[in-house]
T-cell receptor
Framework: DGGITQSPKYLFRKEGQNVTLSCEQNLNHDAMYWYRQDPGQGLRLIYYSQIVNDFQKGDIAEGYSVSREKKESFPLTVTSAQKNPTAFYLC??????????????FGPGTRLTVL | AQKITQTQPGMFVQEKEAVTLDCTYDTSDPSYGLFWYKQPSSGEMIFLIYQGSYDQQNATEGRYSLNFQKARKSANLVISASQLGDSAMYFCAMRGKVGNEKLTFGTGTRLTIIP
């Protein structure tokens, strides 16, 4: 089945630790995205990548880092520099074609809690 | 800058009734796309329907339809014959001009279907 997988589903981290969230897709999509969702709010863009070996900062990139070494994978690292990392993290992918019709499809999400 | 406003934090609807979820938007881009997503308690964002700014007809997908009023900058989601499984958070989102990869999300509406 084609889709987007994220792991782990739940993640607990001690303050001062870096953690990496996994996102994999087998939809042959060029574009991938990371969003953060806080309670009672919509999603905010952290990073996105339109092609392998290239990525761009979103609205709230501080304290996060990404890599895009393979088309299928777009891992997100939450560093100790992120002041308030407890949130729900959603990965998405899209075909990457030009225009506004390019729909983003989402994975199941990872809930990160900092203890 | 783009902005999405969803003014209904929560709604309760009787099963089998139709429901309208409000969404207004603001953008200076002449070309844009509007999306609706459903987020059940599991957390995954499920794509429902898309409307392009130049589309002449309102979009429909099964029980979902989009009441697009461009002059009023509104893109309300209509769910016909509501079902218990429709209980979820619903988010309106917008994508602007080509090259602007971000989806801008509203704060969502929590819909509860009453048996």
């Amino acid at each position: 089945d084609g889709g987007i997988t994220q792991s782990p589903k739940y993640l607990f981290r001690k303050e001062g630790q870096n953690v990496t969230l996994s996102c994999e897709q087998n939809l042959n999509h060029d574009a991938m995205y990371w969003y953060r969702q806080d309670p009672g709010q919509g999603l905010r863009l952290i990073y996105y990548s339109q092609i392998v070996n290239d990525f761009q900062k979103g609205d709230i990139a501080e304290g996060y880092s990404v890599s895009r070494e393979k088309k299928e994978s777009f891992p997100l690292t939450v560093t100790s520099a992120q002041k308030n990392p407890t949130a729900f993290y959603l990965c998405a992918s899209a075909s990457g074609r030009a225009g506004n019709t390019d729909t983003q499809y989402f994975g199941p999400g990872t809930r990160l809690t900092v203890l | 800058a783009q902005k999405i406003t969803q003014t209904q934090p929560g709604m309760f609807v009787q099963e089998k009734e139709a429901v309208t979820l409000d969404c207004t938007y603001d953008t200076s881009d002449p070309s844009y796309g509007l999306f609706w997503y459903k987020q059940p308690s599991s957390g995954e964002m499920i794509f429902l329907i898309y409307q392009g700014s130049y589309d002449q007809q309102n979009a429909t997908e099964g029980r979902y339809s989009l009441n697009f009023q461009k002059a009023r900058k509104s893109a309300n989601l209509v769910i016909s014959a509501s079902q218990l499984g429709d209980s979820a958070m619903y988010f309106c989102a917008m994508r602007g001009k080509v090259g602007n990869e971000k989806l801008t999300f509203g704060t969502g509406t929590r819909l509860t279907i009453i048996p």
